[in-house]
């Protein structure tokens, strides 16, 4: 039996037993970690071996997101603090080899404390282009504000987590950084036109579309759909998100529980499957939210069967690495341009 296109949450930092029974009836394809999911390296890798055995896959993925900076779900005292976005933006500027080696760095030392727990998938890279007056949610989260700039600090943290065993989820296509709102609480619009978005947002993800997985964006686009967010617009997905970017992997919504979407958790998950997204994410770990997540999420078939499982099978053995060397070659980076790495 095939799993069904969902990624859930859990509430604390073990699995209770409803969820545990929930897990294994509905069998979501992977799991999603937070700061209440997590307080020892020992207690996390624990509850990752709970949800795996409780779904019957050895490798079903586990993500969460550490970028870095301010979104960091992982901390001290028992993990590193790494530097936001914004620091391999600034090295990039006074010098671009610095700042990609920078990037891949810093991702190569926070795939080795994923995969030290078996976490398998980052939420990173980001390829959203803040401009001035866009709501602070993206903010110094970013690389840049230029395409290539920003696509190129991207794919430098893809192979860094990539080198580490970790597989990489762009975020947010098709673009983030326009947004004056939060979307965990309300629905931003943009109304720049179309080609100003292909010139800009669109271009910095294009370079990326190769990449194994990436997460939509709540955010409406009125010159490509007045009506409905990337996340549930079937004419973002197919002609932007597919045709313009032209991305080809495995398309996951952002947390469906965010109040940018409109409706119930169920009319929310039956359009963000309508529209074309392969995975519904579900990250608040509310457990009658789960279940109406799963009734509304069909089993994992078809294309978004066959891009989940090349996303999976992508995913490749650790390299070789020295993380006390890795990361003082990091901070000497930062130090050199006098960058703030925090």
Not at 171 to 200: N, S
Not at 241 to 247: A, C, N, Y
Request: hydrophobic share 45%; net charge negative.
């Amino acid at each position: 039996m095939n799993s069904r296109a969902f990624i859930t949450g859990v509430s604390g930092l073990e699995l209770s037993a409803e969820e545990r029974e929930f897990i294994q009836s509905e069998r979501p394809w992977g799991f999603i970690l937070f700061k209440r999911n997590i307080a020892t390296p020992a207690q996390v890798t624990q509850l990752v071996g709970e949800l795996r055995k409780a779904v019957g896959e050895a490798d079903a993925p586990v993500l969460i997101d550490q970028e870095g900076g301010r979104v960091q779900r992982l901390g001290p005292p028992h993990w590193p603090i790494y530097p936001p976005g914004a620091v391999f933006d600034a090295l990039y500027n006074i010098d671009r080899a610095a700042g990609l080696s920078a990037a891949r760095l810093s991702a190569r030392l926070i795939a080795a404390d994923l995969l030290d727990l078996g976490i398998t998938v980052d939420c990173l890279p980001l390829a959203d282009l803040p401009v001035p007056g866009a709501d602070a949610v993206i903010g110094n989260r970013a690389y840049g504000t230029e395409p290539g700039k920003v696509a190129a600090i991207a794919r430098a943290v893809t192979e860094g987590l990539e080198q580490g065993g970790v597989l990489p989820v762009l975020k947010h296509i098709p673009g983030h950084g326009r947004a004056t709102a939060d979307t965990h609480f309300r629905l931003p619009e943009v109304d720049t036109p179309k080609a100003e978005l292909e010139r800009t947002d669109f271009a910095a993800f294009q370079p990326l579309a190769d990449l194994p997985m990436a997460m939509t964006a709540h955010v409406v686009f009125s010159a490509l759909d007045p009506a409905h967010p990337a996340t549930t617009s079937a004419t973002i997905i197919e002609q932007v998100i597919r045709g313009v970017i032209g991305f080809q992997g495995l398309l996951m919504s952002d947390d469906v529980s965010m109040n940018a979407l409109a409706g119930t958790i169920a009319e929310r998950t039956r359009a963000i499957v309508t529209a074309g997204c392969d995975m519904v994410l579900h990250c608040n770990g509310n457990l009658d939210e789960m279940r109406e997540v799963a009734r509304e999420t069909p089993e994992l078939s078809g294309k978004a069967l066959d891009r989940a499982k090349l996303a999976l099978a992508s995913r490749k053995a650790a390299q070789p690495f020295d993380r006390q060397a890795a990361r003082a070659e990091l901070d000497a980076l930062i130090n050199r341009a006098g960058i703030l790495s925090a």
